[in-house]
């Protein structure tokens, strides 16, 4: 069974500070690779998705894929209380590998609080 | 990025009524929406999937003779719950994949079904 397993947290981290958080997955054959933000109450927000091997960076954060060992993980610098919310993985075929009808597998979140 | 958008964000209905939300991408072609469930503090559990034209795939344990799902354009797919009953209150949302390479899945705002 294909899963995306993340860490439930809460993770706590102090306003400015580097957030980091993890994300296995167990399809070998997932393709990309994607961050969501949800706040309480909220639908999941599309941050920031990779497909290649190393690091992406945009703005604040920065996304890690390692598929080798089926790891993926976003840091988040000079945390801010804004950030705290709830960060789904997911994973997913693309379109143009095994027919795919774009399905993303995702983690069940980890909550980040940082404080101010 | 994409926009999606969702009608309506909240309804409250008495129990055995029919409910039917809109799932709408407002400045692109989704080659296939997925219909979402999320109960408090809970993670997304997908419903199903749906593409243009063609009859929804739903996931094991959902009815879809209750969830009843039409994809009329590549625009636009409805949910429409069938008989409600207070166990189905949740908070429904709709993403739409925009078919590029990678299959972004970008969510509509949700939508809150509270069933009396």
């Known amino acids: 069974q294909k899963e995306v397993e993340q860490n439930s947290g809460p993770l706590s981290v102090p306003e400015g500070a580097i957030a980091s958080l993890n994300c296995t997955y167990s399809?070998?054959?997932?393709?990309?690779f994607f961050w969501y933000r949800q706040y309480s109450g909220k639908s999941p927000e599309l941050i920031m998705f990779i497909y290649s091997n190393g690091d992406k960076e945009d703005g604040r954060f920065t996304a890690q894929l390692n598929k080798a060992s089926q790891y993926v993980s976003l840091l988040i610098r000079d945390s801010q209380p804004s950030d705290s919310a709830t960060y789904l993985c997911?994973?997913?075929?693309?379109?143009?590998?095994?027919?795919?009808?774009?399905?993303?597998?995702f983690g069940k979140g980890t909550k980040l609080s940082v404080k101010p | 990025g994409a926009v999606v958008s969702q009608h309506p964000s909240r309804v409250i209905c008495k129990s055995g009524t029919s409910v039917k939300i809109e799932c709408r991408s407002l400045d692109f072609q989704a080659t296939t929406m997925f219909w979402y469930r999320q109960f408090p503090k809970q993670s997304l559990m997908l419903m199903a999937t749906?593409?243009?034209?063609?009859?929804?795939?739903?996931e094991q344990g959902v009815e879809k003779d209750k969830f009843l799902i039409n994809h009329a354009s590549l625009t636009l797919s409805t949910l429409t719950v069938t008989s409600a009953h207070p166990e189905d209150s949740s908070f429904y949302i709709c993403?739409?994949?925009?078919?590029?390479?990678?299959?972004?899945?970008?969510f509509g705002p949700g939508t809150r079904l509270t069933v009396l």
């Open positions: 997911a994973a997913g075929r693309s379109v143009n590998y095994g027919g795919s009808q774009g399905n993303l597998i």
């Open positions: 749906s593409n243009e034209g063609s009859k929804a795939t739903y």
């Open positions: 399809d070998r054959g997932s393709q990309s």
């Open positions: 993403s739409a994949a925009s078919g590029r390479p990678y299959n972004e899945q970008f």
